[in-house]
């Protein structure tokens, strides 16, 4: 091709770059070529549904749903699957982080060559690049700092073998040292919008303190590996590392620079509210281009991609709710599907418990955070998709308009309903209260099936005139993966694990912070209107005299249900096993019967092996080593 198109001098000359030259990195635009698919790599770990996958299920928040397949069921360890090196999808973080942290590694060895590259440009690098390795310390155990060229060094060769660094190397080699430096020489405000900052690197350097610190304490004999003792190369001990972590979080919470606490949960969740000053971090997109959303806008297929599809894992097919032209043939699609946050395409693959409904969330009036993570309330959009009706006949034969209630979930059990579909056909087994023109169901009644949707994580466009939109495109919203509000729950976890306190920063005062301002809000999504209530008071009140880790996993499942916390949550705390072998869901004689309301406990098989995830067979495939090396590389169990 170079050859044909000698002497052209129309040829516009392009130099697009999926990897990085050594060459490359040796000049500014590359140093800042790298930095930038720093940003971009987020993508493909945040926002990817089977990354969430791997973070919500197994654990009390969920379970698999009617359409799950192995990608979902085989880490349930509810019976339905079983977990191994090729099916965890493990690899997407396995194949995603070690790309970025050689870039990264790249950019920081060739900045110093460069000579124009500012400590602060660097301090990004060093942020993503431990960002990267604590993910992976988290999910994996101990991993290779060496990538063929030497430890944390920007490697240019092929390398066919690797060996896995201990969990305190990682942690007080990688870690810890680059969050320091991030801290020192990042900006207190982001060079862009979306930029790192000093209040992002001390957010995750005191997550980091406070993760080890319980992997030092080991209060459960939870194994590890590769095999360690539980000490600190730097002699420091859990108590002191509980410390650093209460520390570094006030500090971030008493200098927050440009961030702060949104007034309500609703405004630090609502679409039209994105990139508000709570959010430290986040994996960026757009509607203008397919190319930087890094998803296609009218249809994708999903997968292990940059798309931002976790949103359809935890959105049941509202789709199948029928009413009725005439009040006698129950056929037509009242709900379809939309590219709007309370709807978007329903993949039905994480289902939650019905602890979620009756427990975790229990007090639905007062927090306004039940209210504010679920679409409770399915509303008629049957105009948008082209269904001439100006009514519609509903539950009890009733005339419902557009944008009315089509079927709800109740807060509570109620009395009265019947469920036997026998007049009245809601397609997805809800039942009929006397009087009520939508479709209900009690929380005892959620299944597999049918259960409200995440409405945080929904999608949102401007895009889509008097129409649907593109539901079926990948989101085009950022994926929000550190915020602010953590500080305040790591700096308690710190408090209630020994850590000296400051005055009015104790592990209660801190919690209920976060708990006022659950108690204030600004918008009713079951009501779909502005609601001006302040229940802070009555929250305070409701805080127990004396919290321990439980109640603060509790809090942290209100504060980020459903958003990739919470298996990291349980592991950290190494509170998994006590809080998630059990779960209760309807569906327990059919699974794909709308209409099976019974109730079933289901036992999970988790073992202390599992705490880590398998190392992908990707890994292991590629590498040039004896079978019983690949073994030794292998997480024991798997």
């Known amino acids: 091709m170079s050859l044909f198109l000698i002497g052209c001098s129309d040829i516009l000359v392009e130099q697009p770059r999926s990897i ?71 690899s997407v973080i396995w194949g995603n982080t070690f790309p970025n942290i050689n870039t990264m590694s790249g950019v920081i060895e060739n900045a110093a060559i460069v000579g124009t590259i500012s400590p602060a440009l660097i301090a990004e690098a060093r942020f993503f690049r431990a960002l990267d390795y604590f993910l992976l310390v988290q999910t994996f155990g101990g991993v290779p700092l060496d990538l063929g060229a030497g430890e944390l060094k920007f490697n240019t ?33 982001g060079r862009v919008t979306g930029g790192l900052t000093k209040t992002a690197a001390r957010l995750y350097l005191a997550k980091a303190y406070l993760t080890y610190a319980w992997w030092l304490e080991n209060p459960n004999n939870i194994p590890t590996y590769p095999a360690s ?5 730097d002699g420091k001990t859990a108590a002191q590392y509980f410390q650093m972590a209460y520390d570094i979080a006030t500090a971030a919470i008493g ?50 991609s940059s798309d931002n599809f976790a949103g359809w894992f935890e959105q049941w097919n509202y789709t199948v709710i029928r009413s009725s032209t005439d009040g006698t043939s129950y056929g ?33 009036k007062n927090d306004s955070r039940y209210d504010g993570t679920f679409t409770t309330v399915y509303r008629g959009n049957w105009a948008k998709g082209g269904v001439t009706n100006a ?30 579909n026998s007049v009245y056909k809601s397609g997805v087994g809800a039942g009929v209260l006397p009087t009520r023109a939508d479709f209900v169901i009690e929380p005892s009644n959620i299944s597999r099936i049918a259960y409200p949707g995440n409405w945080k994580i929904g999608p949102y466009r401007t895009d889509n005139g008097t129409g649907l ?42 919690i209920n912070v976060i708990r006022a301002r659950a108690g204030k809000w600004s918008f009713s999504n079951s009501g779909n209107a502005a609601k001006v209530a302040d229940n802070s008071a009555a929250m305070i009140v409701a805080t127990p005299a004396a919290i321990d880790i439980n109640y603060i996993l509790a809090e942290r499942s209100r504060e980020y249900f459903g958003e990739g916390y919470r298996w990291y ?41 599992n705490y880590l995830r398998p190392v992908p067979t990707s890994q292991l495939d590629g590498m040039e080593m004896t079978t019983e090396e690949k073994a030794a590389y292998q997480n024991p169990g798997y």
Not at 229 to 233: E, K, M, V, W
Not at 403 to 415: E, Q, V
Not at 576 to 586: D, G, K, N, Q, Y
Request: aromatic share 10%; hydrophobic share 30%; with cysteine.
């Open 469 to 510: 939109g593109q539901p079926n495109g990948s989101s085009t919203r950022p994926w929000n993966i550190a915020k602010f509000s953590e500080l305040y729950f790591i700096s308690a976890e710190a408090a209630v694990k020994g850590a000296t306190t400051q005055a009015g920063k104790s592990a209660i005062e801190l």
């Open 20 to 90: 990085f030259t050594p060459g490359f990195f040796q000049t500014q635009a590359g140093v800042m070529g790298g930095l930038t698919s720093g940003y971009a790599h987020l993508r493909w770990l945040y926002g990817n549904g089977y990354v969430l996958n791997i973070s919500q299920i197994s654990t009390d928040e969920s379970t698999w749903g009617q359409n799950s397949d192995g990608n979902v069921k085989n880490a349930d360890f509810s019976g339905v699957g079983k977990l191994d090196a090729s099916n965890s999808n493990a």
């Open 332 to 364: 037509t699609s009242s709900v379809q599907r939309e590219a709007s946050q309370p709807l978007g395409r329903p993949w039905t693959m994480l289902a939650p418990p019905l602890g979620i409904f009756k427990n975790t969330f229990a007090d639905k």
């Open 255 to 304: 200098d927050p620079g440009p961030f702060g606490l949104q007034k309500s949960f609703y405004d630090v969740n609502v679409a039209t509210n994105d990139r508000n000053n709570e959010i430290l971090l986040y994996a960026d997109h757009t509607q203008t281009s397919a190319t930087y959303n890094g998803g296609d806008l009218s249809y994708s297929g999903g997968g292990f």
């Open 569 to 609: 949550d349980l592991v950290r705390t190494q509170k998994w096993m006590e809080l998630s072998s059990s779960f209760t869901i309807c569906g327990a004689k059919n699974q794909n019967d709308w209409n099976d309301h019974t109730q079933g406990t289901f036992t999970r098989t988790i073992t202390t092996g």
């Open 391 to 420: 009514t519609l006949y509903n539950a009890n034969k009733m005339m419902v308009a557009n944008g009315a209630p089509i079927l709800s979930f109740l807060n509570n059990d109620t009395t009265g309903i019947d469920y036997t």
């Open 229 to 233: 003792d539980r000490t600190d190369p």
């Open 157 to 189: 060769t092929t390398a066919r073998t690797s060996v896995r660094n201990t969990v305190p190397q990682v942690y007080t080699k990688g870690i810890f040292p680059d969050l320091l430096t991030a801290i020192n020489d990042l900006p207190a405000k």
